[in-house]
């Protein structure tokens, strides 16, 4: 993610601007590697305005989760597939977005929730769960999605949809993760394509 | 990865002990939120030594991955399927350890060398390519694997052993790194199960 230069922005709040650098600072450079300050100094936002919103860094990152990260993985792998008349399709068009939308950047910083996660799981534990309610979801609806398509699991040698699912999602997460720690698109590619190829093939 | 008192093996050196420690608080707590000082006073080691041994953090950092994280890996991951006569059967006996060695606790840490890199793949091109090249061996390694196995690629639906393999350590990586964000086994659980069948379905 870039970080744009949100002080010019002077409808968005204090709390907004705050929220959205610490978003992209956190996601580029990690938690614990950036300060309040630098938050602070690239938002535009004073000390005052900090204090005044927020008690702690783990605030700011709770509301980073609640308020940004929380609503684009929702608008991107959630609510395609809940929503749609054919959930199969839906899944592998979101696969496919995946890996054919944004820029190679884009694609080599990783998944958000995993960056947060991988690094604060052990440490703490309310960032832990509000980040786990997220892949708990895509499961889910993955799942309920995938049991829509009767004849699925055994084609796929799964014993059940949420087996499928739980799948289906560790493979696009260690992609991202993969591609980000090879610099390279190739293991987000590879593995894409072979998830749409064999969603397509028992959908078929 | 639990922190051993260290201090009493009096036969390993400062060095190694300050190595051994950083590992473990690295992949216990990240990069960033361990401190020398927290390292040295874990280690039983002083500043001197670490002066004497290391010039910075991140000098720490590569030993780590050059003399922890790599013999492990290699020996858990690579060594097993290089050396193997019936190197499909060793893969997926690596698959099935993964899975059943180890304790829990142990299986939701994740995995050392992506737990590093999701913290740094973006901050140092030195510590991210000295990591890059453990995942690359052990994609061209079980990718010469499967090679070995001249129908594998039709019948899992790949074009080619190295997308497979990728597809395979994507697919493990991201079971730990899900394993973790959820503090769960299950995903773990699933994508190994449903390695292990589909390459065992293949062999045979």
Request: aromatic share 4%; glycine share 4%; proline share 3%.
């Amino acid at each position: 993610m870039k970080i744009r230069r949100r002080t010019g922005n002077r409808r968005e709040s204090a709390r907004d601007r705050i929220i959205a650098t610490a978003a992209e600072l956190f996601h580029n450079n990690g938690y614990n590697a950036t300060g309040i300050d630098q938050i602070l100094k690239a938002a535009g936002a004073t000390k005052g305005s900090f204090h005044h919103h927020f008690g702690s860094k783990k605030e700011i990152a709770l509301a980073v989760i609640k308020e940004i990260v929380a609503p684009k993985f929702n608008r991107r792998m959630v609510e395609p597939v809940a929503d749609a008349p054919k959930p199969l399709d839906a899944i592998r068009q979101v696969i496919r977005n995946l890996r054919t939308q944004g820029s190679t950047d884009d694609l080599l910083t990783g998944c958000p929730i995993n960056n947060l996660s991988s690094e604060l799981a052990l440490q703490d534990r309310q960032i832990q769960s509000s980040l786990s309610a997220l892949l708990d979801r895509w499961q889910n609806e993955w799942a309920k999605a995938l049991r829509s398509q009767s004849d699925l699991e055994m084609q796929t040698g799964f014993k059940s949809a949420r087996q499928l699912a739980l799948y289906v999602v560790a493979a696009m997460e260690g992609a991202q993760a993969m591609a980000k720690a090879q610099q390279s698109r190739e293991p987000l590619d590879a593995v894409c394509k072979h998830l749409e190829t064999t969603l397509k093939r028992s959908h078929d």
